[in-house]
């Protein structure tokens, strides 16, 4: 049986056939300009001047927002920080707790002993030797009776070594001595004997004339300086060195050696030095 006839299509129609193919692999044009033309108008009207700035307007929907640039933030280690607030907020809470005990045992032992300070008056002042030299110095030596009294029911008072006493006129130290080292007792008066010395103790002119004009008055005013280092004992508990500090404006009548020296006016105050 003989082969139906084919039909083969003209040139022409394969020609298109193949354009047609063509065109479905390329990519469509666009539907409509990013920017409108109307937006490319340069600021003197003429779009696309080539010079010219020109003002674009995009789409709100087609505008990419910039980018942030990233942040670092930098974190101090929590651990070293802790540990540093902890040692801070113990060492607080230990001192707070050591000055609260202070102050409660300090209040316990004023209440318990009731401390007073001790009392120091001159009584008694001998002039073994007093001269004013031709070269303006003075030396002098005196024995002064010096009465300490603790009134204390319950306290009693070392008194120490490297303690300090002397006389002065003017503001000039005449002579200076030292005080016993000595323990005194509760509600006790202890009587001292204390020998000050000076030599060549440089003076001016008009202290001289000064202190002649009060020889012939009978009134020479003096004032006695004392520094004395102790340690307050309450019952077997011993306090850490104090000192008191004793100052005394004293009026006697006259300074020569060998007469009796009377005291007009005395008058000691005692603090305790700081």
């Not at 102050?103 to 318990?112: D, G, K, M």
Request: glycine residues 4%.
């Amino acid at each position: 049986m003989a082969d139906p006839q084919r039909i083969y299509p003209a040139n022409e129609d394969l020609e298109k056939a193949a354009a047609a193919h063509e065109d479905a692999y390329k990519s469509p044009p666009p539907s409509a300009p990013l920017a409108p033309r109307s937006s490319l108008v340069s600021e003197k009207g003429d779009p696309g001047t080539p010079g010219r700035v020109m003002h674009v307007q995009f789409p709100k929907d087609q505008v990419i927002p910039p980018r942030s640039a990233p942040r670092y933030h930098s974190r101090p280690p929590k651990r070293r920080r802790s540990f540093c607030c902890r040692c801070l907020k113990w060492t607080c809470c230990i001192l707070f707790i050591l000055i609260v005990a202070i102050v409660v045992a300090a209040a316990i032992l004023y209440a318990v002993f009731q401390p007073r300070i001790p009392k120091f008056s001159v009584d008694r002042i001998e002039i073994t030797s007093f001269s004013v030299n031709s070269d303006s110095t003075i030396s002098s030596k005196l024995s002064v009776d010096v009465t300490a009294r603790n009134p204390n029911k319950k306290i009693g008072i070392k008194y120490l070594g490297d303690s300090y006493l002397a006389v002065f006129y003017s503001g000039t130290e005449l002579c200076k001595g030292q005080l016993p080292v000595f323990y005194q007792g509760h509600k006790n008066t202890t009587n001292l004997d204390v020998t000050l010395t000076g030599s060549n103790v440089l003076i001016t002119n008009d202290m001289v004339t000064s202190l002649n004009a009060q020889q012939q008055e009978g009134s020479i005013p003096l004032r006695l300086k004392a520094d004395v280092p102790v340690k307050i004992k309450f019952g077997k508990l011993k306090t850490m060195k104090i000192t008191f500090r004793v100052r005394c404006n004293l009026v006697v009548d006259r300074l020569a050696a060998n007469t009796r020296v009377n005291m007009k006016e005395k008058n000691c105050k005692v603090r305790v030095k700081l």
